[in-house]
């Protein structure tokens, strides 16, 4: 049995889908097992990018099954989108698998997601407005579609009939909104149903099928620890669990069948919509960063926000999902700064903190502690092995491996599959 999770450690954006692309090298599968449509992977192979949101970053490789497991927030129209746009680009199908437990975005979800975060004016989250959330909300209250409904056609045609006569009353009078129409929707669903039925399954009898074969098993996290439902800054938060955990819920295996854990972090730090961002440069710093790495969304277009690594966020993270190795990504668009600085501690009313405030209030009032420094100032893009690199970016990363308590595994020095130093040799 070789089984590993890939989680992101900040808030999203640090670069999963290139490590899981790259990990998936030694895969025979590749798990996504939360979020949804809101999830942007970008997945550089030979300077031509791939950018998924649905579908695991696995699919790059021919012969693999890529699964989408039963607590992903299902949109059947962008995952079709994604397969037709990807097999115009000569990749393999054949492998693709979907829950039958998985729960279906619908029309409904997608347009009252915008107009519930917009009626909350100043305090909105910041959605993407994809409807994962109302759609993890209705399977919460008991009334959602998931995908085994959906390919049975008059079962869904009943379930739809039922829920869009409650969601056109709370369009009207939550939000004076005109209703949906029922048979355009059956219509346009029934499609996608018809398109989609022979690629899905009972995922969680496959995927105890090939653990107890003894093939390889990538599951991928898509956002990240710090937008965890639980454990992140609630309520600028995404519906689901990122963390390691998601996993036996996400998918149906497990916990004692999980192997390892990757902790994908960014070389510093980014965050999309509201909420505190204790190390956030909103300065020639921020904008340097942003504009060096392309620090825009890959689902929204919306920019980034930016600022330096946040240590204490990493040692969190390492601490709710049991991070084995982490996996430094980005670290190539640092290479011309003078000075770097890392967040390694945080002071409260001169206090310093020993934990990530779940107060919002508290969180963004601490005072980061930083650490600097020298900068390398050379490109690392072409370097192989870790004793290659500048002594200056050596000392960052094993004071980041210090200060988290979480082993260097992987160096990414560039977005190209090969641009990858390891240092772990026992990941698979």
Known sequence: MSTVVVTGTQWGDEGKGKIVDYLAQQADTVVRFQGGANAGHTVVVDGEAYKLRLMPSGILFKGSHCVVGNGVAFDPKVMLQEMDSLASRGIDLSGIRISNRAQVVLPYHRLMDGLGDEARGKNKVGTTKNGIGPCYVDRDN????RVCDLVEKETFAQK??????????????????APLDYDEILKEY???????RPYVCDTIALLDEEIKAGRKILFEGAQATMLDIDYGT?????????????????????????DKVIGIVKAYCT????????????????????????????????????????ACVVRYAGILSG??????????????????????GY??????LNEIPASLKVLSEVEPVYETFAGWKTDITKVRKYEDLPKEARVYLERMAEVTGIRLGIVSVGPNRDETIVLANDIF
């Open 142 to 145: 008991r009334i959602g579609i």
């Open 160 to 177: 739809l009939k039922e829920n869009l006569a409650v969601k056109n009353r709370e369009l009207a009078l939550l939000y004076d909104h």
């Open 190 to 196: 029934e499609g996608y149903a018809d398109r989609l």
């Open 234 to 258: 609630y309520p600028y938060v995404t519906a689901s669990h990122p963390v390691s955990g998601g996993v036996g819920v996400g998918c149906g295996v497990a916990p004692q069948k999980i």
């Open 271 to 310: 965050r999309v919509g509201e909420g505190p961002f204790p190390t956030e440069q909103l300065n020639e710093t921020g904008n340097r960063l942003r504009e060096i790495g392309h620090e825009y969304g890959v689902v929204t277009g919306r920019p980034r926000r930016t600022g330096w690594l946040d």
């Open 323 to 344: 991070i084995d190795y982490m996996a430094v990504t980005r670290l190539d668009i640092l290479d011309d700064f003078d000075t770097i600085q890392m967040c390694t």
């Open 347 to 352: 002071r409260y009313q001169g206090k310093l």
